[in-house]
């Protein structure tokens, strides 16, 4: 028995990202990987744009409505995927508990860029026992999880140092890499703000920021979204090195070795050992994660709770200007 998906919104991530590529190849929209996962059935979207409607209909063989109220009236979905522009997440929540509960939710990042509002959609899908997800999508990534394994083993954890250099926004893009270090390194204990760029209209900021994790010690960079698009993280451990470059399609993991030419010393080992990344089908992996919930096993995808911390956290970053 499949599970029923309504999708609301035929953006970039929603419809865009992979039209044109081969699909089975590069997972990286919603509609693709909910049409391809076998646990789920891809019923409808949602999208104000006539056009993008079209093409969703004529790609994926699916009805696409104006709104969400039409949809409704003719699906029942079990789960609703959230993903219009970040200040309409709240709204598209409500008007669909007007008329539908879905057994389960996946909302694009972050909740809101208002405190109160994300706080209001997790209150407001406890309240009526619906499960929220929210699509950090990297925690699904077979190599993060991988790597959180390696670092949760007694040897290979703390202390944990490191650098991440993220572009196109603290909340918007840094906010993917502060989730992960969260999943990888625990709660945010306290921070301290070195400087701040410049701000990016007015719901977002790029500023460089000293972070304390519960098991280590970050920095976060900001580049330039406008010159390069740049997400790297570097972490040491007294176990070795690792390296998630290229926003995680390529991570490598140096462990330590005695100094070959210098006895009572120890250097990173020569051959970094690549762990296997599934960036290239990183929503399928979403979904792949999504089906074990539905099932009742054990789910890395972030529940909208610790979505919440991590806006709290990072809202707490930003209050320090």
């Given amino acids: 028995m499949s599970v029923g998906v309504l999708l609301v919104g035929l953006g970039q991530i929603g419809l865009g990202y992979d039209l044109g590529l081969d699909r089975e190849a590069h997972v990286y929209t919603h509609a693709n990987a909910f049409s391809q996962h076998p646990y789920f059935h891809l019923m409808a979207a949602v999208d104000q744009e006539e056009q993008r409607r079209q093409i969703f209909a004529q790609t994926y063989h699916c009805p696409a409505y104006a709104d969400v109220e039409s949809a409704l009236r003719h699906h029942q979905p079990e789960l609703l995927v959230i993903a219009v522009p970040t200040g309409l ?27 109160n509002e994300a706080r209001e959609m997790v209150q407001a899908c406890a309240a009526k026992g619906v499960g929220l997800y929210v699509n950090y999508m990297r925690r699904s990534d077979p190599g993060v999880i991988e790597v959180k394994r390696r670092l949760d083993k007694d040897n290979a954890g703390n202390p944990v140092k490191g650098v991440v250099w993220y572009s196109k926004g603290f909340l918007n893009n840094g906010s993917h890499f502060f989730n992960l270090l969260e ?123 610790q979505a919440l911390a991590t806006l709290e956290s990072m809202q707490t970053i930003i209050g320090e200007l």
């Fill in 89 to 115: 997440h709240n709204e598209v929540l409500q008007r669909v508990f007007r008329t539908h509960l879905p057994k389960a939710v996946l909302c694009e990042k972050p909740l809101s860029y208002d405190l």
């Fill in 183 to 305: 999943y990888w390194l625990g709660p945010m204990l306290h921070s301290q703000v070195l400087h701040c760029d410049r701000r990016l209209g007015e719901s977002d900021i790029e500023l460089d920021v000293q972070v304390t994790f519960e098991r280590g010690n970050i920095v976060f960079l900001s580049a330039w979204e406008e010159a390069f698009s740049h997400y790297t993280i570097e972490l040491l451990s007294p176990c070795g090195r690792l390296r998630y470059d290229r926003g995680g399609e390529l991570i490598q993991w140096q462990s330590t070795r005695p100094d070959p030419h210098f006895p009572g010393y120890t250097v990173l080992a020569d051959t970094p050992e690549t762990i296997d990344s599934g960036m290239d089908c990183y929503q399928l992996h979403v979904a792949e994660q999504l089906a074990a919930g539905f099932q009742g096993r054990s789910c890395s995808l972030c529940p909208g709770a």
